[in-house]
């Protein structure tokens, strides 16, 4: 269930990758977000690595250079084009029993051009010229409305395959949140150095799902037909109907917790577990652990808050390397397990490690592009 893993849990398709957004913003280098993230999926993922390569292939096939042609050369050419059109004599173009077949067939349409390419040139005639055949012409408009049409519903196709019933994708930075409503009308807010990836177009009675990689938390918008809402994350899934709920896929490892409602939590090897309110599922070692937590303590992120309960300095290192995406040196690795307690403010990383050197008389500082604790 990689992310963004569209069609089930054996990782990402060449045609998954071509309609993702984020994925088409990493190639074109066009953001900075979505550019550094797919870059740390790649370096992690050989398999989806791979697949990259081959849409980077088709990508660049596909790329149209444009070839600046000088404007003189592009009059001339109409000039010459319009003179031409101009002296061919009426009722001269396709002959009258291959007219008859029917309009619109394609071996038609061969004939057609061909016969109004032989009447551009000049083509002397032979020594013996039989019978003449009154032929007509079909007036060129003809043809650019049917290339039009045919462009049209090419065009629908593709908006209807990649557009309206594509995906989107919000990633954030590190150090900051966000939230968006999605088609069904879920809340869903991001924690920082994340991703969420959901279909443009929800359908009603089809499973709504989205794929995380990261942490949030979500409000989930129950539904008359109570259409399954699933959230796709490395390691499991989470199913339910409408509830509120946490749940986090980061290298510390993924994780959910239930705040309201009920979920059921099912692995790729088909290991389940339903929580209730209070309730914390996290992935280790292949199997799902379960324990009680408080879950305002857990969800205390949306608002710019951490909250530590019985946790190490390993594990606030941790979060910080997440969150801010910082390098943090501990020069004493004694002080890994000190205990930390407490409620710190989380939107800014000075204050926060000003709070933390102060709750537990440590000395930060910045040495370069990392910070040290003593």
């Not at 000049?122 to 650019?144: D, F, K, N, Q």
């Not at 991703?195 to 929800?202: A, P, Q």
């Not at 501990?330 to 002080?335: F, K, Q, S, Y």
């Not at 407490?342 to 910045?366: C, E, H, R």
Request: proline share 5%; with cysteine.
């Amino acid at each position: 269930m990689d992310m963004p893993n569209f069609e089930g849990t054996e990782g990402p398709s060449l045609e998954d990758l071509l309609a993702d957004e984020s994925f088409l913003a990493w190639y074109r280098r066009s953001d900075a977000t979505a550019f550094q993230r797919w870059q740390h999926e790649l370096e992690r993922d050989p398999a989806r690595k791979a697949v990259a390569d081959q849409a980077i292939v088709l990508l660049q096939q596909l790329d149209v250079k444009e070839v600046a042609i000088p404007e003189g050369q592009v009059s001339a050419a109409e000039n010459k084009l319009f003179a031409r059109i101009a002296g061919m004599p009426q009722g001269s173009g396709v002959p009258e029993s291959e007219a008859a077949a029917g309009s619109g067939a394609p071996a038609e349409a061969a004939h057609s051009l061909a016969g109004t390419a032989v009447a551009a040139q000049e083509i002397p005639a032979p020594a013996h010229v039989g019978p003449t055949r009154v032929i007509r012409l079909r007036s060129w408009r003809t043809w650019v409305s049917a290339a039009a049409c045919v462009l049209v519903v090419a065009l629908a196709a593709w908006l209807d395959k990649n557009w309206i019933s594509g995906k989107k994708t919000l990633d954030t930075p590190y150090g900051q949140i966000a939230s968006v409503v999605l088609p069904d009308g879920t809340e869903a807010t991001l924690n920082a150095h994340s991703s969420l990836t959901w279909r443009r177009k929800m359908r009603e009675g089809e499973d709504r799902e989205v794929w995380l990689k990261g942490e949030a938390y979500l409000h989930v918008a129950k539904k008359p037909e109570h259409e399954r809402f699933i959230v796709h994350t490395d390691h499991f899934d989470v199913i339910v109907t409408g509830t509120h709920f946490n749940v986090s896929s980061v290298e510390a490892g993924d994780g959910v917790v239930l705040q309201e409602g009920s979920v059921t939590v099912r692995t790729a090897k088909g290991e389940e577990a339903k929580l209730q309110p209070g309730d914390q599922v996290q992935y280790r070692d292949g199997q799902l652990v379960r324990q009680t937590v408080n879950p305002d303590n857990v969800i205390a992120w949306t608002n710019l808050r951490v909250v530590f309960d019985n946790a190490t300095l390993e594990d606030v290192l941790t979060m910080i390397r997440q969150h801010y995406g910082v390098k943090v040196r501990l020069d004493n690795p004694a002080l890994l397990h000190s205990p930390v307690n407490g409620m710190l403010a989380n939107d800014n990383l000075d204050v926060l490690f000003k709070a933390l050197a102060l709750a537990n008389n440590l000395t930060i500082q910045k040495d370069g592009d990392q910070y040290v604790i003593r």
